[in-house]
């Protein structure tokens, strides 16, 4: 069975960076490869949102909110997501999660991408 398991969250000041990996397992080679996998984010009190999205074909998305400041990337030889954040800002505090499916864009919401992970925290101080 497919699971992804997020680490690299923690506490940073405002101004610092931090790198986000996501751990797949359950994959074949040619299923990994051909999945499109999305970071998102939710706080407290706050609708879940998109953060970034890379799919097969290494079409990349990201929100307006994250742009030049985070870097999403993969390597399907080690079935790994990546989010690196840097200029952090402490409207970034949530929880983030990884997800995957066998679509062509997983961008948005999320709503409806099959694959999960349990989420790791950023906290960012001011």
């Known amino acids: 069975q497919v699971q992804l398991v997020e680490s690299g969250g923690g506490s940073v000041q405002a101004g610092g960076s931090l790198r986000l990996s996501c751990a797949a397992s359950?994959?074949?080679?040619?299923?990994?490869?051909?999945?499109?996998m999305a970071w998102f984010r939710q706080a407290p009190g706050k609708e879940r949102e998109g953060v970034a999205s890379i799919n097969r074909y290494g079409r990349t998305t990201y929100a307006e909110f994250v742009k030049g400041r985070f870097t999403i990337s993969r390597d399907n030889a080690v079935q790994t997501l990546s989010l690196q954040m840097n200029s952090l800002k402490p409207e970034d505090t949530a929880m983030y999660y990884c997800?995957?499916?066998?679509?062509?864009?997983?961008?948005?919401?999320?709503?409806?991408?099959?694959?999960w992970g349990q989420g790791t925290q950023v906290t960012v101080s001011s």
């Open positions: 359950g994959y074949t080679y040619t299923r990994y490869s051909r999945s499109c």
């Open positions: 997800a995957a499916d066998l679509v062509n864009y997983c961008e948005g919401s999320g709503e409806g991408l099959r694959y």
